[in-house]
């Protein structure tokens, strides 16, 4: 059974219990809604929210997604998908952060840039993190830093939102989604 972000933003609000539990995670649904609404799916295929059949023998589907060029292993084989959302998920404590600013290391240090929301952790402690996994100061201009308190509430926080967006970062980390949930 597949199990949509929805369908396990809404069992863990369920679970808190806490109104301000439930705020974030309606704010982070809509985030990552318009994070799927804003990836790689075209227009037409965007309107109809996946739902029409598609021919396969279409030409636009006649050629191979590229290959992940992000978070790339010592050997150089990389890891994750430019554009495509993706998910660490395990136990707290089970180095899904470190994983994830390994990433955005990696991906400052090659000249991309990365939009990173924490939900969990302070602007320091990340600095010296992204720093001690190899980060350069270089790299870190690349970095687009947020420590949000709170989902939005107002039609300005949001507009200050979706703008970050559309900086179209090579690498949008959304860091304490489980602390933001519990």
Known sequence: MHVTTEQRLTAATAEAG?????????????????????????????????????????????HAPPPPELFKRSDGVALLYPK???????????????????????????????????????????RERLIAVGATWAGLKGLVYVNPERPWRSDAERKHFFSLLEARADLIIVDGVSNARA
Not at 21 to 50: C, N, P, V, Y
Not at 96 to 115: I, P, Y
Request: charge should be negative; glycine fraction near 8%.
């Open 84 to 126: 495509k959302i993706h998910y660490f998920f395990g136990l707290p404590e089970t180095a899904k952060s470190f994983a994830a600013q390994v990433a955005v290391a990696r991906t400052l240090n090659d000249g991309g840039r990365v939009l990173y929301l924490d939900f969990e952790n302070d602007p320091y402690s990340v």
């Open 18 to 62: 806490a109104a301000h539990r439930k705020e974030i995670a309606d704010g982070l649904q809509s985030m990552f809604s318009e994070l799927k609404r804003t990836g790689s799916r075209d227009d037409e295929r965007a309107e109809d929210g996946g739902w029409a059949p598609i021919e396969l023998t279409d030409e636009r589907y006649s």
